[in-house]
């Protein structure tokens, strides 16, 4: 977009005033953002070259769909640093040039941090910061910092930002993007700290925030926002405006971004992960769509029943998610206690002719949930009837790892929760836990390796041996990996035959229950492999409902 057309387009929205209101109120009453004074507007259109420098012409040329005072707000005022924070200043509607840097969130501290602990990130002597300049679409000073968390000066935790005071400039007081650690107005209608900085999420970039300051002093009286800091070579003053700095930052969230959450949707179409929405609002994002039923244990189509519809190659039937040798052949012989029923499954003999209702199986002759009673080794989950790992089959992107089933950023991107370590692989383990060896049946827990199978109850006739449950009609199982921390799955998409049952009727279950919150991206390599993410996710649903309750 070209000046004089942003020009143009700056005229318009003031000929015809926006009807939204702000939903920012200052402790003097003063609903902000408001829309730049015509003094402003004719300095910064006077320099060479003319600039414009409004909100309104701000998100506009950017194409964001954000209203500038509807959309505006102070939260979330803190955020948890990615490990690709970068940021540039998009708009300076003034004349003053001051740092803009972070600060370590310190929920103990009292007062606002030290301009010294106050980190620059752009700094106000770049050559492209000149008096109402950057202007939009003009390319302003950029940053780039590759890991706060690896930064000597990062405490862990959240991060706040700040533009610092200039002692020779006309702004000689420093804000912060948490309203509570601002100047406070003590005459106000309502006393309390001046909001000193405004947020907007951004509606084109996942986990990228617009942040916008006032650059002048904010006094103790209820005038504070509109002459204290006027001086007299600055015929402007602290209006409200918040376009005098705004910066564009991306690899930043709210807290408890991009964990796992449940979309409220069956099947596949429950696993979500949760996004920041207005303020600290979280909203779960559903990560994976409908799509046709395959035999893979799983409601790929969202529809509430679990492989329905699905087909096997002729003389296979699907039980469990698998496609298995029908049982009336000598390849696939029941073990003692069960026997081929008329659909081709293994069922036990006290269940031979019983009909259970949809989203049951038999067992002792009784009906019931295919896992209830179950309780897996240690790292594995219960689906279908089946033990196996969450994360088989999963493939994240770069900086993510597979936890539970579903892809989060790694810890060096995301921290750990207190009493956690980060492990080089990615993930958090307890502190006690740290660099500790396990055998590969075991498992570290709060300092000790424990056997897999301790406290294990195996679906139906299995039983649990070397750290996994074995079937014997199938003799298959999932076994743990090497290195004692997860467990390598064996491939659910092969012709090994599962568990024996009678859940495979039509109108079947879904033994998953919906999730519960990267925005990542997790990819299946092979060519099962889409069935396999799929079976993955909806078992660390289950899994995490389980250890929840």
């Known amino acids: 977009m070209t000046r004089s057309l942003l020009a143009m387009s700056f005229g318009l929205a003031f000929a015809c005033p926006l009807a939204a209101r702000a939903t920012v109120t200052e402790p003097n009453g003063l609903q902000v953002p408001i829309a730049s004074a015509p003094i402003e ?15 309104t012409a701000l998100f506009s040329g950017l194409g964001e769909g954000i209203d500038w005072q509807k959309d505006a707000m102070t939260t979330p005022a803190v955020f948890a640093p990615g490990c690709s924070l970068t940021g540039t200043m998009v708009d300076h509607g003034g004349t003053c040039h001051v740092d803009f840097g972070w600060y370590n969130v310190d929920p103990a501290r009292k007062g606002p941090p030290s301009d010294a602990e106050i980190y620059p990130i752009i700094m106000g002597s770049d050559p492209l910061i000149s008096p109402w300049h950057p202007g939009v679409g003009e390319v302003g000073p950029t940053f780039t910092t590759s890991n706060i968390r690896t930064d000597p000066n990062y405490k862990g935790g959240l991060i706040g930002f700040a533009i610092k005071a200039n002692p020779t400039d006309n702004c000689r007081q420093t804000h912060y993007s948490e309203q509570s650690l601002n100047p406070t107005c003590t005459n106000c209608s309502t006393p309390g700290p001046w909001a000193a900085a405004l947020i907007w999420r951004s509606t084109k970039v996942p986990n990228a925030y617009y942040i916008g300051f006032e ?6 009286t209820s005038t504070g926002m509109s002459d204290f800091g ?27 971004g991009g964990t796992p959450c449940d979309t409220g949707m069956p099947g596949v179409c429950g696993a979500g992960l949760n996004e920041c929405a207005a303020g600290t609002t979280l909203k779960c994002r559903q990560s994976v769509t409908a799509s046709p039923e395959v035999c893979d244990g799983l409601d790929n189509d969202c529809n509430g029943m679990v492989d329905d519809g699905a087909t ?4 296979r039937v699907c039980d469990k998610g698998v496609c298995v040798p029908h049982c009336s052949t000598s390849e696939f012989p029941c073990s003692t206690g069960f026997a081929c029923d008329e659909n081709g499954f293994c069922v036990e003999k006290a269940c031979v002719g019983k009909v259970c209702a949809a989203g049951t199986v038999c067992h002792a002759g009784v009906c019931g949930g295919p896992c209830d009673g179950v309780t897996c080794p240690t790292g594995q989950a219960c689906h279908v009837g089946r033990c196996v790992d969450p994360c088989e089959g999963v493939t994240c992107a770069t900086d993510s790892v597979c ?19 980060c492990q080089a692989d990615g993930h958090c383990v307890d502190d006690k836990c740290a660099n500790k060896t396990c055998g590969a049946t075991e498992v570290c827990i709060a300092g000790a390796c424990v056997d897999r199978c301790k406290g294990a109850v195996c679906p139906r006739a299995a039983a649990c041996q070397a750290g996994a449950c074995v079937d014997p009609n199938t003799m298959t199982s999932t076994p743990p990996s090497t290195d004692g921390s997860t467990t390598t799955p064996f491939d659910a998409g092969s012709t090994a035959p599962p568990p024996s049952g009678n859940d495979a009727a039509p109108g079947g279950i879904d033994a998953t229950t919906p999730a519960s919150p990267v925005a990542c991206r997790c990819d299946a390599s092979g060519a099962s492999g889409g069935s396999t993410v799929l079976l993955a996710v909806m078992i660390a649903i289950a899994f995490i409902r389980k250890r929840r309750s």
């Open 312 to 315: 096997c190659p002729q003389g």
């Open 230 to 256: 006027s001086l007299p070579d600055q015929p402007y003053k602290c209006d409200g405006d918040f376009n005098d700095m705004v910066y564009f930052l991306s690899g930043i969230t709210c807290e408890g």
């Open 41 to 55: 507007i004719s300095l910064s259109q006077g320099t060479t070259p003319p600039s414009v420098v409004t909100l």
């Open 403 to 421: 936890d539970g089933g579903v892809c989060v950023a790694m810890c060096k991107c995301s921290g750990c929760a207190t009493g956690k370590t």
């Open 215 to 220: 650059d002048l002093a904010m006094g103790t």
